[in-house]
C-alpha cells in the first residue's frame, strides 16, 4: 500500500529499521551478532542494569505480580506509585507529583490539560516531537519562538493576552545544550505566564541530578510545573509532572493520558523508586558522568571536531548530509562502536549523536576517540 512512499525514503537515506539488543543496556552491548561499546543510550548513570534497580523489580514482582490491571483511577495503581509520586515531590521539591506511562504520555496528556481554557502556547522550535504533539493536541494557539531566543519570546509574549504557558526543553535531546532557564523564568514572572519544562534531559544530570531548576538555582513555584522521566538517567520507564498542589490536582482530573491508560506495572515504579534513591544518595554518580563528559569533549576539541553546540553528555557531530552521517556511523561500527544516525525528520542538519554515560570507562571513552580520529581537523 505504501510502496511508492517507502521507495522513496531509501532513495533519501530515510528509511528505518529496528535495531535488537542482545544484552543488557550498557556501555558493552551486542547488537546484530557484534559486540559494541554503546554510545547510543540515555541511561546516564548506568542505572538501567542496575543490580539493585533489577533486584527491586524482582521483588516488586514477586509481591504485586506484573501487570496493573486498570488505569490509577480504577484501582491500577499500588502503594508503591504513590509512594514513588511523593518521593519525586520530594526530590524536585514541589508540592506534589503525578506519574505518566512515559515522557511522551506525559508531553501529550499535560500540555493540552494546561491550555484547556484558551491559553496561547510558546514552544521553543527544538523543543522534543512530544511537545510538538502535545501542542497539537492542545488546538491552542502555538507561537513557536526561536531556538533559546528569550529577546524574541520576551517580544512575542507581550503582544499575547490571558493564560500564557511557556515551554521548553531544560537539555535539547539531539544538540545537548542547555536552556537559559534563568532569564526564561524571569521573564514568565514578569509576564504572568506559567512556565512548563521538560526535565528529561535534565534529571539525573543537572544540578547534581536534581535537573534545570536546581541547575539554575531557581527555586520551585506554583508557576512552574516541571516534567521529567524515569526513561533516561533514572534507567527505569515512565514520567512525572512536578508542581504545586492544584495544578497536580488539575492534571489528575484532565490529562487524558492520565487518565485513559493502565497504569504502570508495580516492578517498573519499584525501578524507578530504587533509581531515585540511588541518585540521592550517590552523588558520585551524577559526578562521574560530568568527568566522562568532560574527557571525551576535551579529546574531541583536541582533535579539531566542532562540538560547540554540546554542553551536557549529549554531543552531536554534525555533517554536511544525511549519507555523510550515515558513513561516520558505519565507519564507528566498523570500529566496534554503536552511535547511531540522526535524520530528517528528527533533525533538520544531520548528524551522530554521541552520548556518554557515568558507566563508561576511560578505556571506552578512548576507543571511541580513536575511532573518530579521523574526522578531526587535527
Ligand atoms: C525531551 C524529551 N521529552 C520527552 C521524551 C519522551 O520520553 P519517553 O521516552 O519516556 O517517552 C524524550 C525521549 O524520548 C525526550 O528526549
Redesign the pocket.
Known sequence: MFERELAELKRRHLARRVISRDTPQGPEIRIQGRRRLNFSSNDYLGLANHPEVVRAAAEAAQRYGFGAGASRLLCGGSGLHRRLEDRIAAFKSTGAALLFN???AA?TGIIPALAASGATIFSDELN?A?IIDGCGLSRAKTVVYPHRDVGRLSSLLAREKGRRIVVT?SVF?MDGDIAPLGEIHDLCRRQGALLYI?D??ATGVLGRGRGGLAHFGIDPDPMILQMG?F?KAFGSFG?FAAGGEDVITWLLNTARSFIFSTALPAPVIAASLKAVSLVSRHPSLVRRLWENRQMLAEGLRDMGIDISASETPIIPIKTQSVRDALRMAASLGEAGIYAPAIRPPAVRQPRVRITVSAAHTERHISRLLSALRRYGKR
Open positions: 512515559s515522557g511522551y508531553n522534543h512530544s526543553d535531546s521538560d528529561a534531559h522521566t526513561s514520567a
